[in-house]
């Protein structure tokens, strides 16, 4: 017999339009006093901000991106920390210098993207790390 009621119900909210469906959850909410995620399936994860489980979010980054944002006044002393740091040519350091913002070095560790920042920050360049 409660399955009955339940496919009455299913067969209800199927035939509703968007519009009524949005209110028809406002009013369940108001009813029940439902104040978070109400239609968790059993066993789901609870969502963080982000939309990841929650979880997930907990984990540490372990992969950084340093980011040459200026290169500021002294450009042949960042060019030649950049060839030392990256192994690159001349060519390809002078490219990512002349088009800042640009990526020095891609998924590194924590500690080397530090090391990176640093080197540059020395000789006077300005250099983010995601």
């Known amino acids: ?4 009621k339940i496919q009455q119900v299913m067969e209800m909210i ?9 209110r028809l959850v406002k009013e369940l909410k108001e009813k029940f006093e439902i104040t978070g995620p109400a239609f968790l399936a059993p066993g789901a994860a609870p969502v963080g ?3 990841a489980p929650a979880e ?3 984990e540490e980054q372990t992969e950084f991106t340093v980011t040459l944002t200026s290169v500021g006044e002294k450009k042949i002393q960042v060019l030649k920390e950049l060839r030392a740091l990256t192994q690159l040519g001349l060519k390809e350091a002078k490219a990512i210098i ?3 913002p640009s990526a020095v070095k891609e998924n590194v ?7 990176i920042k640093e080197k540059l920050e020395e000789v006077g360049a300005k250099v983010e790390v995601k």
């Open 1 to 4: 017999m409660a399955e009955d």
């Open 14 to 22: 199927e035939g509703l339009t968007v519009t009524e469906l949005a």
């Open 49 to 51: 901000a982000a939309g």
């Open 56 to 58: 997930e979010q907990l």
């Open 98 to 100: 002349d088009s800042v």
């Open 109 to 115: 560790s924590k500690e080397e993207a530090g090391k």
